[in-house]
């Protein structure tokens, strides 16, 4: 008997510690929301089930005994068109000083249902997502924000029904109402931050195409506004402002706009290296893949869902690929600005490939996916900026010099023989009529044929620029430097110029010719023969150059002198 009694005492401390097992692991599984918390998380709280007819209803899930499994972190539900994710939770809060809700942080979903049972033990549900209009949202939000009703020390059971075209991994969080406040003006500081910087970029592109009639601002500005776009719409900011009785939109708006951009990309940076004059093939290849993402939007548009992610991420990395592909060929072969537009192309290379991962499923939804992109846009578009400025400069600098042709030599910058003789004739006139001395000075490069010989055609070439640079260097502001044919130089000393000064201007000229470079050898120094006179006296300027030139001309090829002072008197004779 006593035995008997003992195993019945067993078992009933089994059953008894079972029970207590049983109610501490419910316990565990209750979500509690404190106020002071602001946010949690759903982890290993929830179940989920993946229902693969998508046929079930919210009677018959919560009467029905299915497989539920618990949900952890990071996990990555497969969904496609037909099937629906159903997640179950208990939550119970102990003070209802705030309001909770339950927010999803993923723009791009297609449908979520929260499902809540009343008093009456009825089912009520609430519904946010692509496929409803935002305005019709329990709280129009960028993405869905359902609220939950709570009852203080009294846990309460949801569902949760999740529809996607493709993935979900976005995670399920329960926010108070302040911190939902908080996020918000953390995430409006970022988003206004962001879409200023492509309202301001855009407005200079079209000034830019306006003033300058570049068609790159235009393309730059097309560019921006459909980045901008594509961004609004993949943070829900389109969803919400834009076009929130649009749900049909809103649902192929985040897979269609990204394609317009790239084509729009595509055509920008073609524009930028000069494509069409680089190479009319690869021109050709830019225009046909920007036709080719016009065609990918149309198929997004009509194709069955299944279509429109692989088309969406084929099209954006195919595009990615070769913008950069373009810009690194140009950039081989000489192009100035091709380097700086690859450097602002890497951040959004780098930063695309995140929402694009976590489109196809590969990597769980996170604040990276959401806002890696709009981060990279935002390092690019100044880079962008920068880059367009650069061109304009360099383009107006170019049509300065093709306008000053006919009166500046374009490989020193110095003015050419025609502006030289002019200004002669003007110092001639300004001399006499001031009655003072000025110097005019015909130089020589006398050594080019000996530095081809013994360095290399580089260093022949290079050598009358070293020598403009020492005449410029010799020079004051006010005298004049000119380049009057490949080897032969001219400098105006403005007066007034003492005699004794006058006399030594060629000496000078000469010893500063023969200063070493820092950059080369000692030997590799610019020779010069200097003839030289003082106006007026000699008459007028064709006279003064003729007979300078005649004066270098008579000048013996082995002579060693380099400076010839040409007389008044043997001018007169």
């Known amino acids: 008997m006593s035995s008997r009694c003992v195993r019945w005492g067993r078992a009933w401390l089994a059953m008894l510690l079972l029970a207590f097992a049983v109610a501490a692991r419910a316990d565990d599984r209750v979500v509690t929301l404190e106020p002071e918390t602001g946010q949690v998380t759903l982890d290993a709280e929830g179940d989920a089930w993946l229902d693969t007819s998508g046929a079930g209803t919210i009677g018959d899930v919560a009467a029905a005994q299915l497989p539920w499994a618990p949900m952890h972190a990071g996990a990555v539900y497969r969904l496609q068109s037909g099937r629906a994710l159903w997640v179950r939770f208990t939550v119970d809060v102990h003070d209802d000083s705030q309001r909770w809700y339950l927010q999803v942080p993923y723009p791009a979903l297609d449908r979520i249902t929260l499902y809540t049972a009343d008093a009456q033990s009825r089912w009520t549900e609430r519904t946010a997502g692509d496929h409803v209009p935002v305005s019709s949202w329990p709280v129009p939000h960028r993405h869905a924000v359902l609220p939950l009703v709570l009852t203080p020390g009294k846990p309460q059971l949801f569902y949760v029904r999740v529809e996607n075209q493709f993935s979900f991994s976005a995670p399920l969080t329960f926010t108070s109402e302040r911190e939902l406040l908080r996020q918000e003006q953390r995430s409006a500081l970022l988003l206004g931050i962001y879409f200023g910087l492509v309202g301001l970029s855009v407005v200079l592109a079209l000034f830019g195409l306006a003033t300058v009639h570049d068609t790159a601002f235009g393309w730059y500005a097309l560019s921006v506004t459909l980045m901008g776009l594509a961004q609004a719409s993949l943070s829900g900011v389109a969803g919400l402002h834009l076009w929130p009785q649009w749900p049909w939109w809103n649902n192929l708006a985040v897979m269609a706009l990204p394609v317009c951009a790239i084509g729009s990309l ?308």
């Open 266 to 573: 595509l055509a920008f940076l073609g524009s930028m290296v000069s494509l069409r004059e680089r190479s009319a093939r690869l021109a050709q290849v830019q225009v046909a893949l920007s036709v080719a993402c016009l065609v990918a939007v149309a198929l997004i548009l009509t194709v069955d869902a299944r279509w429109r992610l692989v088309l969406m991420v084929a099209t954006v990395s195919i595009g990615l690929a070769t913008g950069v592909a373009l810009v690194a060929w140009a950039a081989r072969r000489g192009d100035r600005h091709a380097g700086w537009l690859l450097a602002g192309m890497l951040p959004v290379v780098v930063s695309g490939a995140l929402p694009l991962s976590r489109a196809a499923g590969l990597i769980p939804a996170s604040f990276w996916t959401a806002n890696a992109l709009l981060i990279g846009i935002a390092l690019e578009l100044p880079i962008l900026l920068a880059v367009l400025a650069a061109r304009v400069h360099d383009r107006r600098e170019n049509i300065r010099r093709l306008s000053g042709l006919e009166r500046i030599d374009p490989s020193t910058g110095l003015v050419n023989a025609h502006v030289f003789v002019e200004r002669l004739a003007t110092l001639i006139t300004r001399s006499e009529r001031l009655k003072q001395q000025a110097v005019v000075l015909l130089i020589d490069l006398v050594n080019v044929d000996q530095v081809r010989r013994e360095w290399d055609r580089r260093s022949a070439e290079e050598l009358p620029l070293r020598l403009a640079a020492r005449l410029l260097a010799s020079a004051r502001d006010i005298d004049t430097v000119a380049r009057l044919s490949d080897h032969r130089f001219g400098l105006l000393v403005e007066g007034p110029v003492p005699p004794g000064e006058a006399a030594a201007t060629g000496a000078k000229i000469v010893a500063a010719c023969l200063r070493p470079f820092d950059d080369k050898p000692v030997q590799w120094v610019p020779q010069v023969r200097i003839a030289q006179t003082v106006v007026p006296g000699l008459g007028d300027a064709q006279l003064v150059l003729d007979k300078l030139e005649s004066t270098l001309a008579a000048a013996p090829p082995d002579s060693k002198r380099a400076v010839f002072s040409v007389a008044m008197e043997a001018a007169r004779a």
